[in-house]
């Protein structure tokens, strides 16, 4: 079960999410996000939380070299892809990879990589609080370990969870109070709802 609170730029914010059920947490490194932190709060961040719950990090377009730095100074335990990098790119990190896709990706890409399928464009990267087609996401996910992003809320992500059955969620936008301020009580029942939903699926 892979419950992720992303884009989140406090420690105070990340430590509730924890505490109340994530198993995975989110922050981003892409200059246009308005939820975007610099290496030294991700890091602080991180220092913030146990252990036991990775911090991964969201690069759009970053150059390789960028990235691994980013990931030593930081101490984040996932990367997560969402520009138009090519797969060449997963041969360069020692951390598990997530990589952002539309329903439509190939279910040969990136075969070292997780999916991560969101509502993604050239201009909108993700948080755009978009769904995606769900029964199309269940296809992939029935081919590939795979996260469901996109519009996902306290409100819909039992029925996301059950239509699909991915590996994991992710949410952003959905449990905000405003871009990069999480409503902790939105946050809360997200979670609560995801978690009964994964059980309730035997997933």
Sequence with gaps: MFLKICGLTNEADAAHAVAAGATALGVIFAPSSPRCVSADRARDIVEAVPATVPVVGVFVNAPVEEIVAVVAHTGIRIVQLHGDE?????????????????????????????????AVSSAERGGTGRRVDWDRAAAVARRRKTV?????????????????????????????????RKDRDKVSRFLEAAKRAFVEGGL
């Design 148 to 180: 469901l992003a996109g519009g996902l809320t306290a409100d819909n992500v039992a029925e996301a969870i059950a239509t699909v059955r991915p590996f994991g969620v992710d949410v952003s936008s959905g449990v905000e109070a405003g871009p990069g």
């Design 86 to 118: 090519p797969e060449s790119y997963a041969a360069a990190f020692k951390v598990p990879l997530l990589r952002a896709a539309g329903v439509d990706v190939s279910i040969d890409a990136w075969p070292t990589a997780t999916l991560l399928l969101d």
